[in-house]
C-alpha cells in the first residue's frame, strides 16, 4: 500500500481499491515519489453549486509505479443515490454512456461502457483520458421518456493528457457531435466545438421552494466549451498538480434565470459542471524511462495497488473556488459537499456566461 493510500485512508476510512496480480513482484519496482513525481488523474463528472458546495465523483490516480485505475463501469449517472440528490437536487441528472431500457440519448446512441482511466506508462510518463457519451437532463420537465427531458447531449466526447516532457505535455478535448434542445423544444445537433446559448428550456438543478416560479417561463444560458487549466478542473484536495501540468475536459457553466408566470425574475442560480476531467503533472527536470529498458521503474511488472480519491469532504476554501478537501469519515462513490441541494441568489443584474 503506498503512502498515499495510507493517508488517505486514514483521513477517510474510505478507498477504493483495484486487485492486480503479480502485486508481490510489484514491491521490487522503484515507485515515483509520491508527492512531487509524475502523477495523473481522470474525473468523469464533477459539479459545483453556486460558490459553496461540490459533488465529485470517484476521481482514479495513477498508481506510483507503472500501471493504471480505472472507473468502475457501475458508474453511469449522477447524481446516483439519495445523498448526491441531496447536494445537487432531484431534477438534473447527468447520464454517463451506459443506460437501461429507455435511452436518453438520440436515436442510434447506443448504451457503452464509459472509459475512464489515469495511469503511469512503464516509461513512468504519466497520462489520462476520459471517454464517454454524456447526457444532461431536467427531470422538472416531466417528460414521459428519458429523451423527452435531456437537453444536452455530447456525444463521442474525449479528453485525455500526456506528460510525456516537460516540452512535450499534450492535451486533447473532442467529440463527434453535441446536441442541445432549441426553443421549439427539438434536440438538434450544434456542432462539436462548442456551444454558447441562451434561452434554454432548463430549470434550476433542484425544485424552487417559491410557489410563484413558473418552469414555463424559466430558462438557463449554457456555455459549453473546453478545458484549458488546472484550474478549471472541480477536485479534491488529493487531486494535485506539479511544476509541469495539462489539463483537459468539458467544462459546462450555466445560469439558470427563476422567473413567474408572468415573467418576472426572481433568482438567479448558477452552476458549473466538469466532464470528462483529467490532468497530468511532472516535475520540471522528468526525464522518462527508455521504453522496454531494465532500470528500475522501467521493467513490465505489475503495479502497485492503483486507488482511486474517495468520497467525503468540506465546502471549499475561500482562495480557490475550484478546490474542495478530504473530509473525515464518508463512505461511498462521489463526494458530496455542501448542505444544501441548491443556492439560489437573488438576481441583480444579468451576468452572460463566459470563460474564466
Not at 92 to 103: C, D, E, V
Not at 110 to 124: E, I, K
Not at 304 to 318: E, K, R, Y
Amino acid at each position: 500500500m503506498t503512502r498515499f493510500v495510507t493517508k488517505l485512508a486514514a483521513a477517510t476510512a474510505a478507498f477504493a481499491f483495484v486487485s492486480v496480480p503479480g502485486l508481490a513482484s510489484a514491491q521490487t519496482t522503484q515507485a515515483v515519489d509520491e508527492k512531487t513525481g509524475p502523477v495523473s488523474f481522470a474525473n468523469i463528472a464533477s459539479v459545483r453549486i453556486g460558490n459553496s458546495g461540490s459533488l465529485i465523483t470517484e476521481t482514479q490516480r495513477s498508481p506510483l509505479t507503472p500501471g493504471q485505475s480505472k472507473l468502475s463501469p457501475d458508474r453511469s449517472v449522477v447524481p446516483r443515490d439519495e445523498g448526491e440528490k441531496k447536494t445537487l437536487g432531484a431534477n438534473w441528472a447527468i447520464s454517463l454512456g451506459r443506460f437501461g431500457g429507455q435511452s436518453p440519448y438520440p436515436a442510434g446512441i447506443a448504451s457503452r461502457d464509459h472509459n475512464v482511466l489515469a495511469a503511469l506508462q512503464q516509461t513512468t510518463v504519466p497520462t489520462a483520458a476520459a471517454e464517454s457519451n454524456y447526457a444532461l437532463s431536467d427531470n422538472g420537465h416531466g417528460g414521459a421518456k428519458p429523451i423527452d427531458n435531456t437537453v444536452l447531449v455530447i456525444e463521442g466526447a474525449k479528453s485525455a493528457v500526456d506528460c510525456n516532457a516537460p516540452g512535450k505535455a499534450t492535451t486533447s478535448t473532442s467529440a463527434s457531435r453535441i446536441w442541445v434542445r432549441d426553443q421549439n423544444g427539438d434536440l438538434k445537433q450544434s456542432g462539436s466545438s462548442g456551444v454558447d446559448v441562451k434561452g434554454l428550456k432548463l430549470g434550476p438543478p433542484s425544485s424552487v421552494q417559491n410557489e410563484n416560479a413558473s418552469k414555463d417561463t424559466t430558462t438557463s444560458d449554457l456555455s459549453v466549451t473546453r478545458v484549458t487549466a488546472f484550474d478549471q478542473l472541480i477536485r479534491q484536495d488529493g487531486w494535485r498538480n506539479g511544476e509541469v501540468t495539462a489539463a483537459a475536459g468539458w467544462k459546462l457553466e450555466i445560469v439558470t434565470h427563476v422567473r413567474d408566470a408572468a415573467n418576472k425574475d426572481l433568482r438567479e442560480a448558477r452552476t458549473t459542471i466538469v466532464l470528462g476531467g483529467v490532468s497530468c503533472s511532472i516535475p520540471k527536470n522528468f526525464v522518462a524511462k527508455p521504453a522496454g529498458g531494465t532500470g528500475p521503474g522501467a521493467a513490465p511488472e505489475q503495479p502497485a495497488v492503483p486507488g482511486t480519491v474517495p468520497a467525503g469532504g468540506i465546502p471549499p476554501q475561500v482562495d480557490d473556488p475550484t478546490r474542495t478537501v478530504v473530509g473525515l469519515g464518508l463512505l461511498g462513490g462521489g463526494i458530496v459537499i455542501g448542505a444544501a441541494a441548491m443556492l439560489l441568489h437573488r438576481r441583480r443584474k444579468p451576468v452572460p456566461v463566459r470563460e474564466k
